[in-house]
């Protein structure tokens, strides 16, 4: 016998790739503290069976869901009564769906004019045919309003949340670093992290011009780059200024644990992007005292905003800004010392919402949406 449609098919393929992974996780972990009522289908790879509730179905896949950009598993979406896509990248055939839509970066950055026109059109097609949008920033909503048409009343903002048992253990371990070496910055190499994509609107090639131009760099600080391809890491390390070879250190992508033990070190960590629809990073660390600096870009401005003793984001397109902004930042770190750090970790725990918040509030656009598919 057949088993009856879900309630929900909740499409977790993302779960191992980025983004929108993290995103996936931190939605399902929020999901299994309160289960939700009615039937949920978890579609998506082996690791999800962990992180699922009791009575949740699951409907394994391990393809790709970038395949055929989304359209391979065109036929193969589990049967629902309301599907939720965590990601734009989704199906392209009409049913009752929520997706989110993390950004619309990619119509401004990093492609050609008629690539621009091809990821146009298949965004808007993605929003017409869902009867809701979820995205992560007041920022990325107004975007997905003005580039994609969709209705202002059809999209709600999600702030993603903190991590605050991860968040937890850096903060500690920053505290035991710091009584170790008697203060917040002795006892831990000077230097300013960078953790991300190596994409173009990353604006990286700007923040090395910017490091290499700082009284920072001068007294010996360091600037730690993580997170390209192999690739774009070879191509970075080729645009680095003489003046500062051996001041940057550029690595392709790091596991977790690698990202934390810079994190834990780290003086500072910089945001320097031209366009952000989030900002994860830089939340990451503002909940493990760790200092920032951001540029005005897209949403990274909410981020920061109200945080005390946080230095103005500066022009994402000005070297000097840039680097004048930075050595202010490592001044007042400096100053402020665990104090500061210790007033960041509460700021950021007070802001973002906890794991089992955000996926309350996720939960309740879906209810919404089930509501009207059965009405």
């Known amino acids: 016998m057949t088993a009856a449609p879900a309630d929900v098919v909740l499409d977790c393929r993302w779960l191992p790739l980025w983004g929108a992974g993290r995103f996936t996780e931190q939605l399902l972990r929020g999901l299994a503290e309160d289960p939700p009522p009615g039937s949920w289908t978890l579609w998506g790879p082996a690791p999800v069976a962990a992180l699922a509730w009791p009575g949740a179905r699951l409907a394994p896949d391990d393809r790709d869901p970038r395949s ?36 619309t970066i990619q119509l401004r950055w990093g492609a050609g004019p008629l690539q621009r026109r091809v990821r146009s059109a ?18 990325s909503r107004s975007r997905v309003v003005a580039d994609l048409g969709a209705r202002p009343e059809a999209v709600t903002v999600v702030t993603l949340p903190l991590d605050r048992a991860r968040a937890d253990r850096l903060l500690e371990r920053r505290r035991a670093a710091s009584a170790a070496a008697g203060t917040a910055a002795a006892g831990r190499a000077p230097y300013v992290l960078f953790v991300g994509r190596f994409a173009p609107h990353k604006n990286l090639e700007r923040l090395v011009a910017a490091f290499a131009a700082t009284e920072l760099r001068r007294a010996g600080g360091r600037l730690v780059l993580v997170g390209g391809t192999p690739e774009e890491a070879r191509a970075l390390r080729a645009s680095v200024p003489p003046r500062a070879a051996g001041a940057v250190d550029v690595r392709a992508k790091a596991g977790e644990a690698e990202v934390d033990d810079l994190l834990v070190g780290a003086a500072l960590l910089v945001q320097p992007s031209l366009e952000e629809g989030y900002g994860l990073p830089v939340v990451e660390a503002l909940g493990a005292g760790v200092p920032v ?22 022009p994402a397109t000005s070297v000097p800004a840039m680097a004048s902004a930075l050595d202010r930042a490592a001044a007042a770190a400096a100053e402020g010392g665990r104090a500061y750090e210790e007033a960041l970790a509460a700021a950021a725990r007070e802001r973002m919402p906890e794991v089992g918040e955000f996926a309350r509030r996720f939960r309740s656009v879906v209810e919404r949406s089930l509501a009207v598919v059965g009405s």
């Not at 055929?68 to 589990?78: H, S």
């Not at 017409?128 to 007041?138: F, Q």
């Open 68 to 103: 055929l950009w989304g359209q391979r598993a065109w036929a193969d979406v589990p049967p629902g009564r309301l599907t939720v896509f965590l990601h734009q990248i989704r199906p392209l055939r009409r049913l009752p769906s929520v997706t989110v839509v993390y950004d």
């Open 122 to 139: 298949y965004l808007r097609r993605s929003v017409a045919l869902s009867d809701a949008v979820v995205t992560i920033s007041d920022h």
């Open 293 to 314: 600096c951001v540029s005005d870009g897209g949403s990274l401005p909410e981020v920061v905003a109200g945080v005390a003793g946080v230095v103005p984001p500066f």
